[in-house]
């Protein structure tokens, strides 16, 4: 100021520069002047963050279009006042006269402001061109879009803008005029065309404007992004789809890449990245992959990515842990969180910590909501592990242990508890049966599962629930296939029963996950149901039973491929065909002596003879037939001296099978007079 004679009062300063010294405070209150020093070698940070019309109208809390309109009605008054904006660098010095004696402005006149006041407005003319250019402008854009619209189409749309503008008592129609006016006059078809007028309005009134940061000032994120997918040669700074089209085979210095991409798609969405081709699983090693990449135009979710950390594998084991260890977390979703840590992480030390606190979080679970997606998921995880050279980790070990022994302990709580559904009672009975030999292996106990299962069978479950508790029971041997025969036997000979047998099938369908062996059970049941049921009871509850169907349709592709076996394969073949079941349930013939079944008279060698008394005299066949758990064993000796007495003897028969395979035996002797009658014996 003193060296350019400036005045206080004529000067203009900015509250916007800021400087810390230990230097006296100077002002225009005294003669204190502080030179300034050189500059330094420090390297000054700095930057902007890539803004819009449309963040700054959500700064500021105001409606969309606000800066838009802002910008062409200044633009506008500029070209009717024929005024020429002020720029800094278009300025030129120009030496204000000094005025040392202060003397005041001249007072506007009185005659002065009341011709200023009483002119007519100068934008009424600039206005009119505006709205006329406008309708001309919307129009052309309608046509490139698809729309049939025609000179007729802008008249209507002024005369429109200038009906709405006195309907809402302006004096000259508004932006939004205009834009009700060509969406009633344009929007004339049912669907809309590529895009649709409001989207024009938009796009003619100033759309949306987005700014570009430099890469010098840029957060070390996403200098970081840049640097490592610099192999890709795509233009990263582009405001279109960039394609990268990677074939790792080719070239497998692309792999890091493709671990930033999924990092990004992990972290962001498919916002800014979006896989076309290729996949992120457990254990793949991926061949080819295709991305979009938008990172230029969306530059700004990037930067702010940035204010959460110094890298991408920073800011994920910060949101992994954060949602493990939230107050409101749950096992499964620190067990997803495990699963992630090892998709795009790597991290050891991390996955077993997330899988320890899931660990600690499915003790404190007293239901059984999340046990389907928690099977699921730990599956996965002993597959993975499996796999791998190290094979299963300590957590996983402990997870399948306890999660082994605390849905055992579930079981009969969740039987009886209507409010849990069928769907959760199977994934804890997935958990269980599908990982129980590991869990064996592991050191747990089966007899907790016993004792479990018949406290739940104790209490009369709920129709839907019937199914799991009952294939429970069979898998462990404490229930049979005729007695659930039995009572399904009454069940459809039952009408009231009868109704509630979509129910008990629902049960059963839940199952054939943990017990595929069951699938022929409920074939049977199925092929029983339609065959017995009259079509008076089974048409109105049948669209009930084609719903309890509908959502197992991975199960159902067992299913069918059982009745596929079960039934034959031509038409023809249903004329004299008995089903397995019934072949199973035809009453045993006996004879007047002794016979349970259908025997035949045959004859037995005195080899034959002396290796069935060596049987019968002692028990190791018994002890063989316990330890197979086979009971009810009954042995029929036969006093047989001779062999002719043994041609002629009426007590002594055998079963069909038996005939058959002495039949092949005596057909093919040369396997039998390879043994010497030592080792018949």
Known sequence: MQGKGIQPEEAIYSGAAHTASDVPEFGVGNNTVWDIPDLSQTTWMYGLISSSFAAIEYQFAHPPGTVAMAEASWKKNLKASNLKPFSLGEQKKTQKPKNHNHTPLKPVTANILTSFLTRPPEQVAADTEQLLQWCADIVGLARKNGYLASTADSIAIYQTSLLLAGMRNRLHPTPYDFQDAAITCLEKDRTPKKRDIFQLCQILLGGDRIGLVGYASLPSLAQNVYCRLAPLNVNLQGQTNQRALMDFKREPQLLPCSE????????????????????????????????????????????????????????????????????????????????????????????????????????????????????????????????????????????????????????????????????????????????????????????????????????????????????????????????????????????????????????????????????????????????????????????????????????????????????????????????????????????????????????????????????????????????????????QEFEINSKEENKHSQNSFITETEVQIQNLLKSHPATMESFSPQDHL
């Open 260 to 635: 930033v991409l999924w990092r990004l798609y992990y972290l962001l969405g498919s916002h800014i990245v979006q896989p076309i081709m290729g996949e992120r699983r457990l254990g793949f090693k991926p061949i080819q992959e295709s991305w979009e990449i938008r990172i230029g135009k969306y530059q700004r979710q990037l930067i702010m990515l940035g204010y959460e950390g110094v890298t991408l594998e920073q800011v994920i084991e910060q949101r992994l842990q954060k949602t493990a260890f939230d107050s409101q977390g749950t096992a499964k979703a620190a067990l997803q969180t495990a699963e992630d840590s090892i998709l795009y992480l790597h991290s050891p030390r991390l996955t077993s910590k997330l899988g320890e606190h899931a660990i600690s979080l499915l003790v404190r679970e007293t239901g059984a909501k999340d046990a389907p997606e928690i099977f699921t998921i730990i599956r996965r995880l002993v597959h993975y592990y499996r796999t791998t050279p190290t094979g299963l980790p300590t957590w996983i070990e402990n997870f399948v242990t306890i999660g082994y022994r605390h849905y055992t302990t579930l079981l009969p709580k969740a039987f009886g508890d209507r409010g849990t559904k069928p769907e959760q009672i199977a994934g804890m009975l997935h958990f269980i049966f599908t990982l129980e030999s590991l869990a064996l292996s592991l050191g747990c106990d089966r007899t907790q599962l016993l004792i479990s299962v018949k406290q739940a069978a104790s209490e009369q479950p709920d129709p839907a629930k019937l199914g799991l508790i009952w294939t429970t029971e069979w898998l462990l041997g404490l229930r049979t296939i005729p007695q659930m025969r039995e009572f399904f036997h009454h069940v459809f000979s039952n009408e009231m029963l009868i109704r509630t047998l979509p129910d008990y099938l629902n049960g059963f369908l839940l199952s054939l996950g943990f017990a595929p062996r069951i699938n022929r059970f409920v074939v049977e049941l199925l092929a029983q149901l339609f065959a017995s049921v009259p079509d008076q009871t089974l048409l109105p509850w049948l669209p009930n039973l084609i719903l309890r169907l509908r959502p197992h349709r991975e199960i159902l592709q067992n299913l069918i491929k059982e009745a596929a076996n079960t039934y034959p394969q031509q038409l023809q073949g249903f004329a004299n065909w008995v089903p397995v079941w019934e072949k199973e349930n035809i009453p045993e013939v006996k004879t007047a002596t002794q016979t349970p079944s259908q025997t035949l008279l045959t004859s037995f060698t005195e080899v034959e003879i002396n290796a069935r008394q060596l049987i019968f005299k002692y028990e190791g066949t018994n002890a063989i037939a316990q330890l197979l758990n086979i009971e009810n064993i009954q042995w």
